[in-house]
């Protein structure tokens, strides 16, 4: 975890806090993806919405990574 913070927030200082909140996001919804599929609790509807936010997410983040 303190790898994970450390990346976050040390490695990628130099991005500005609306590039960094896009990231974190993008990861949040993926670590919630996988904690839902492991405890089993995932049907068809909610795996095609989490697919449809992370990849909504993941094409905002690398849109604004570009910049």
Do not use: S
Request: hydrophobic share 55%; glycine share 2%; no cysteine.
């Amino acid at each position: 975890m303190k790898k994970i913070y450390n990346w976050l927030v040390v490695n990628n200082a130099k991005l500005n806090d609306y590039k960094r909140f896009w990231l974190i996001t993008t990861i949040v919804w993926i670590v919630v993806f996988i904690f839902d599929l492991v405890a089993g609790e995932i049907t068809t509807k909610t795996f095609t919405i989490y697919v449809m936010l992370i990849a909504l997410f993941a094409h905002k983040t690398y849109e604004e990574m570009k910049k």
